[in-house]
């Protein structure tokens, strides 16, 4: 039998995806395989598919909520993960939530935009809410460069952008370079115009994380790195280390992934119980 407590809580909150390639089942899938175990609060139900989302229908506030008390109340949770939230009222019951438990890392996933279409999932108002309300009790923020600009529009770089957040209460951005040319954020290369990752924290950029860029696009990637960012941070590991081993978990998913709809690929996230009878964190030593 499991000893009591023995394995961390990740409270995550998100969207449910039909399709399985992001959402809670990301989160679950990416959670599980950090060693810990996902509680899911249901923020919306979406219509979506690999290719694009058709329909977003925010869960109500008040159910929201409930079940974040009923799981708060019952589990040691050790870490919080944010993703698709739906309508403002989730955002500012979510906020008064958190604010009961300041002690707990919270990673924020800023999901406003269609990873297939690029179509926006949140309006100027909900954007607001967040800058507001979530950003200064964020430990990570993980936009790409599409969403880095939506939330600080003012700043007339990538690095101004990042340092806007910072100032706004955010402990540490990590912008994700998939829609960014990056070839001269680095000297030495992973392949023609990598992917590259910028840490940001302290009021300064703090390191940049060159990855092979993979020649598909992926539904769920960004779910994938925040939920991995907050499994490891549920068990323990600094945010430095939290932050190189998400992404080294997350690009194996993608390189591991696969075409199962007529859209983008999906992440195996749990490409690593084929290859070995171990856990994520068994393998990375952590265990």
Known sequence: ???????????????????????????????????????????ALTVQDTADVKRVEPVDSFLVVEQARAILEDMPVAAVKLGLLGSIENVEVIHSILHDYPELPVVLDPVLMSGGSGGSLADDELVDAMLELLIPITTILTPNTLELERLA????????RAHILLEQGCEFVLVTGTHANNQSLVDAVRGP???????????????????????????GSGCTLAAA??????QGVEPSGAVYEAQHYTWETLSHGYALGMGQHLPNRL????EEDISWSEREGRE
Not at 5 to 20: A, E, I, K, Q
Not at 229 to 234: N, P, Q
Not at 271 to 274: G, L, R, S, T, Y
């Open 153 to 160: 529009p003012s700043g007339d770089s990538m690095d101004a």
């Open 229 to 234: 960012l907050a499994g490891l941070l549920a």
């Open 193 to 219: 115009n990598p992917v590259v990752n910028v840490l940001y924290g302290n009021g300064q950029r703090l390191d940049s994380y060159p990855w092979e860029r993979l020649p598909q696009s992926y539904h």
């Open 271 to 274: 490409f690593w119980a084929e």
């Open 1 to 43: 039998m499991t000893e009591q407590n023995s394995v961390p809580v990740v409270l995550t909150f998100s969207g449910h995806d039909p399709s399985g390639g992001a959402g809670l089942q990301a989160d679950i899938e990416a959670i599980a395989s950090m060693g810990c175990h996902a509680a899911t609060v249901v923020t």
